[in-house]
């Protein structure tokens, strides 16, 4: 969750330590958006300038086509114009304007790169429009420019044995296109995992280095645990239709069968922004065991993290270096972490060499798994999870801003060497 006009933006105040001061540009965050809805909203406060100890940000309004307002208020017009609409921008490579940084961005950028002077410039995608930046820096300032890709703009491509639909063969197309045209200048690109190398290496000379989305170790530092007297189950953030839900459902009900709701509960928080998934869930679960939320702040989400006693996550199987920051939250905590069903990929080695939890593929698995975790909360009233606190300290971002700073230094070095 982004932070309201003013508030911090965790993270970058981790730069000063390398001797860096960010400038941070960034649309206007009212801190209420809990749908996804909310966050496509456009908001038309004027520019906004927050000074923190160690960074500045510039809050901006945020735009879109006009066309675009028309086309989701309009039915008639939708059904017999959008998919057009649609094709055209793609072909322009507009994508993503329901959310047009490029658009909103443009003007202050230009206006703010003639007055100040950068060495450095980080340009942090999706959405994917916001990458037409770079040649805008490239054009107005004498910057190294790195490309910061959080997410592809099909994260399914990394799909074993990947077949798309004609029309995602289209999209496909589009994007490649357009993501080779805007990163052909670019003096550094950084994914969150891995596996987006393979698709990003297509389309840039430019080295691609890794770094993690990571956790914000200062927010853990000032919570404390709430104590409870049942066994707490937790599924925190955001689930995806495309998720496999069932080995989780159908073993909580097994392990359910067993239990009161005197000492045991089950808590989903933030699956009811995607009604598709949440739907689901409270068809197959009791509602006397029961807690499902909207979306929450962040804050609200890292507390319902660090209260649980077992934290739960789907991982996506088959489908190579599907990584959320939930992970890296959940390994962070100190809870047990029980992934089902295993992605026998990223998922699965970050909590078996952190030492946090374990992977099932079944939901007889999951329920056993429970039972054990069940019977030592009962004997112990708590669970002790033997974690590996130096290999889980590398994924916070306190350890991930020094591994960014590092990698800008180097290029700037190396800019100033060229130039002398």
Request: aromatic share 12%.
């Amino acid at each position: 969750m982004e932070p309201p006009p003013g508030g911090p933006i965790h993270g970058v105040e981790h730069f000063h330590k390398h001797g860096i001061r960010p400038f941070v540009m960034t649309r206007h965050w009212s801190g209420q958006e809990n749908t996804w809805e909310d966050f496509l909203e456009p908001t038309f406060l004027p520019p906004q300038t927050s000074t923190h100890e160690h960074y500045d940000v510039l809050f901006l309004p945020s735009k879109r086509y006009k066309l675009n307002d028309l086309l989701s208020s309009n039915r008639f017009l939708r059904l017999l114009f959008g998919n057009i609409y649609f094709f055209i921008l793609g072909c322009l490579g507009r994508f993503n304007t329901e959310v047009d940084v490029y658009l909103a961005f443009k003007e202050h950028l230009e206006n703010h790169l003639k007055d100040n002077k950068y060495e450095a410039v980080i340009i942090s995608s999706p959405p994917s429009n916001i990458l037409e930046l770079i040649s805008v820096v490239k054009k107005n300032s004498n910057a190294v420019v790195v490309a910061d890709i959080r997410d592809l703009w099909n994260n399914l491509m990394l799909t074993v044995g990947y077949k798309p639909s004609i029309k995602q063969r289209i999209w496909d197309f589009f994007y490649a296109r357009y993501y080779a045209k805007w990163l052909k200048d670019v003096d550094l690109i950084t994914v969150i995992i891995e596996q987006f190398s393979v698709v990003l290496k297509e389309f840039s000379n430019a080295p691609i280095e890794v770094v993690y989305n990571g956790y914000e170790s200062t927010l853990f530092e000032k919570m404390k645990k709430n104590k409870s007297d049942k066994f707490v189950f937790s599924v925190v953030g955001n689930i995806y239709p495309e998720q496999d839900l069932s080995i989780l459902l159908e073993g909580l009900n097994l392990f359910i069968a067993r239990k009161s709701t005197d000492d045991f509960c089950i808590r989903f928080i933030g699956a009811k922004s995607l009604p598709l998934v949440s739907d689901k869930i409270i068809a197959a679960l009791p509602g006397k065991f029961l807690y499902i939320s909207d979306r929450v702040s962040k804050e609200e989400a890292l507390q319902e993290t660090l209260d649980a006693d077992v934290l739960s996550y789907c991982g996506w199987k088959g489908v190579k270096g599907m990584i959320s920051t939930k992970a890296f939250d959940y390994i962070a905590s100190g809870n047990y972490v029980l992934i089902a069903p295993g992605d026998g990929d990223v998922l699965d080695r970050l909590i078996t060499d952190c030492k946090c939890g374990s992977s099932v593929n079944s939901p007889e698995e999951f329920a056993q798994c429970l039972d054990v975790l069940y019977e030592e909360w009962k004997k112990n009233g708590k669970l002790k999870v033997e974690s590996d606190k130096e290999k889980i300290e590398f994924y916070s971002r306190e350890h991930q801003a020094e591994r960014m700073a590092k990698l800008l230094l180097e290029l700037m070095e190396k800019k100033q060497r060229k130039e002398y």
